[in-house]
């Protein structure tokens, strides 16, 4: 184990300065909505937010000031480094706006957005002002793109070291040879659903009765919860508030497309339709959500409290999309789950936030194409098994286009399955360690540990602190899909034992 030197440590100084400095320029966005509605006092304390960043971001810069070029560690070092630092400055806003009964609250918040996990701890948030509702839906759908993808698009030109911070972001897939111009289209994509999505639901919430103002702030902010898969809403009922099967309809639409490869949106923007049908991640989610809805629907027949057939599927479909694209968007109260839904309903949407959606896109989870692998090898050692010994077994799967199943593919997507189930684990403990029921506590961890959103009722401002911190962590090591903050408690222990 090699100890990193000092050149390492500016380069992972200089690097992570960018990026904050980058998400200082994202407080702009806020910055100019409480201005532009007289909200005097919502924009100071933003104003303080982004000279906090700026000055940080600068002064790193600028003391550890590099020619040299990223590798794989430092990659995966900056971005964890990056996102901690991001997440604590993030939360200045949230602080000072008094809606937060504790800095630790502030933080969860922040990460719960930047994780695009939708879980939140802000008080009276039915009276939040629009700078601060502007703020945590910027959150969520920069940390859906990728803060670092949006540093990489604005703020770094083509660099070699730029790739390592894009894979260190749980990304690899490259929709363009050069990974600027692949953050740069990951961006493009973004916007184009931002216009399509902001304009189809505000029009549905100027049609429910909203003044045409509100009713296009209410449009891209749940836009962005949307396809961001990040759940958060600007009410406390989520999009319950709404009642409406067209709000709900539209709002499906824009978190399965979230919830899609970027890599699979590049190709269908290239007129490549049949990958729609062919792509093991979107075979994958197919075959587990028909199994889940089966499984969800037995338990709301059980227990009887949907017997209208219209009102079943907006409540059992939508709630199960939500959970299997790890939005978090909801269409009852929280303890409806415990109360009315039972046990088996929610062990089937616990089972859908554990696997998640798609690699590569704003989703959390396993991941569908991890789950597509696994199924992979199973029939490849069935295969095998039926086979004589002289047969030489090979097993195909298509993504983006033709792959043949190789150890080194099974080996790294065994190793994160195996993370992910253990830190589900860990967080079914930690809850009923604190006096929780099993399937309460396993429910409310598989949601943060997935970043996925969706509450039984555990979560509170008041819950324990040791809960509300493990949930945080929780929810970066999720989106982090472990490999980076794995490289940053490996670069620590290099430190202090590394020779």
């Given at each position: 184990m090699i100890r990193p030197r000092l050149e390492d440590h500016v380069l992972v100084a200089s690097y992570t300065g960018r990026v904050v400095v980058g998400v200082g320029m994202l407080m702009s966005i806020p910055l100019a909505t409480a201005l532009l509605f007289g909200e005097w006092e919502v924009g100071v304390d933003f104003g303080i937010g982004i000279l906090t960043c700026i000055a940080i971001g600068l002064s790193l810069q600028t003391a550890f000031r590099t020619r040299r070029e990223l590798r794989?560690?430092?990659?995966?070092v900056v971005v964890s480094v990056s996102w901690l630092v991001v997440t604590v400055l993030g939360a200045i806003?949230?602080?000072?706006?008094?809606?937060?009964?504790?800095?630790l609250n502030a933080v969860f918040d922040v990460m719960s957005g930047l994780t695009t996990t939708g879980?939140?701890?802000?008080?009276?948030?039915?009276?939040?002002?629009?700078?601060?509702?502007?703020?945590?839906?910027?959150?969520?759908?920069?940390?859906?793109?990728?803060?670092?993808?949006?540093?990489?698009?604005?703020?770094?030109?083509?660099?070699?070291g730029a790739y390592q911070l894009y894979v260190g972001e749980g990304k690899e897939e490259r929709l363009l040879p050069n990974?600027?111009?692949?953050?740069?289209?990951?961006?493009?994509?973004?916007?184009?659903?931002?216009?399509?999505?902001?304009?189809?639901?505000?029009?549905?919430?100027?049609?429910?009765?909203?003044?045409?103002?509100?009713?296009?702030?209410?449009?891209?902010?749940?836009?962005?919860?949307?396809?961001?898969?990040?759940?958060?809403?600007?009410?406390?009922?989520?999009?319950?508030?709404?009642?409406s099967p067209a709000f709900e309809a539209?709002?499906?639409?824009?978190?399965?497309?979230?919830?899609?490869?970027?890599?699979?949106?590049?190709?269908?923007w290239r007129g490549e339709r049949a990958e729609i049908r062919r792509n093991i991640e979107v075979v994958s989610f197919a075959m587990t959500f028909v199994v889940l809805f089966a499984v969800v629907s037995t338990g709301l027949a059980r227990a009887g409290i949907y017997p209208d057939a219209v009102v079943f599927f907006r409540k059992a479909f939508y709630l199960l999309a939500s959970a299997h694209t790890t939005t978090g968007f909801g269409t009852i109260?929280?303890?409806?789950?415990?109360?009315?839904?039972?046990?088996?309903?929610?062990?089937g949407v616990i089972a859908a936030m554990v696997i998640g959606a798609s690699a590569c896109s704003t989703a959390g989870g396993i991941k569908g194409f991890r789950i597509g692998v696994i199924t992979k090898v199973f029939v490849e050692d069935i295969r095998r098994m039926v086979s004589p010994d002289s047969a030489v077994i090979t097993e195909r799967y298509h993504h983006i286009r033709k792959y043949v199943l190789s150890e080194h593919?099974?080996?790294?997507?065994?190793?994160?399955?195996?993370?992910?189930?253990?830190?589900?684990?860990?967080?079914?403990?930690v809850g009923v360690m604190n006096g929780y029921p099993v399937i309460e506590a396993a429910f409310e961890g598989a949601s943060a540990a997935s970043n996925t959103g969706l509450s039984c009722g555990v979560l509170s401002p008041?819950?324990?602190?040791?809960?509300?911190?493990?949930?945080?962590?929780?929810?970066?090591?999720?989106?982090?899909?472990?490999?980076?903050?794995?490289?940053?408690?490996?670069?620590?222990?290099?430190?202090?034992?590394?020779r």
């Open positions: 794989r560690r430092h990659g995966l806003p949230f602080w000072l706006s008094g809606h937060m009964s504790s800095l879980l939140y701890l802000i008080e009276d948030l039915d009276h939040v002002s629009y700078g601060l509702s502007m703020w945590r839906f910027v959150l969520t759908y920069a940390g859906g793109m990728g803060i670092v993808v949006i540093a990489l698009t604005f703020l770094f030109r083509g660099t070699v990974v600027i111009h692949t953050a740069r289209a990951i961006g493009s994509v973004s916007l184009a659903w931002l216009v399509v999505g902001t304009i189809t639901l505000s029009t549905i919430a100027v049609a429910l009765g909203q003044p045409p103002v509100r009713a296009l702030l209410h449009g891209l902010w749940v836009f962005m919860g949307g396809f961001s898969t990040g759940g958060f809403a600007p009410q406390s009922f989520n999009t319950f508030w709404y009642h539209a709002s499906i639409a824009i978190f399965v497309a979230g919830s899609l490869n970027f890599a699979l949106h590049w190709a269908l109260y929280s303890r409806t789950f415990v109360v009315q839904w039972g046990p088996v309903a929610m062990l593919t099974v080996r790294s997507v065994l190793t994160i399955t195996v993370a992910f189930l253990t830190m589900h684990s860990i967080m079914t403990l008041t819950m324990p602190g040791s809960m509300r911190v493990v949930y945080t962590v929780a929810m970066w090591l999720g989106r982090m899909e472990f490999l980076s903050v794995f490289a940053l408690v490996g670069w620590g222990i290099a430190m202090v034992r590394g």
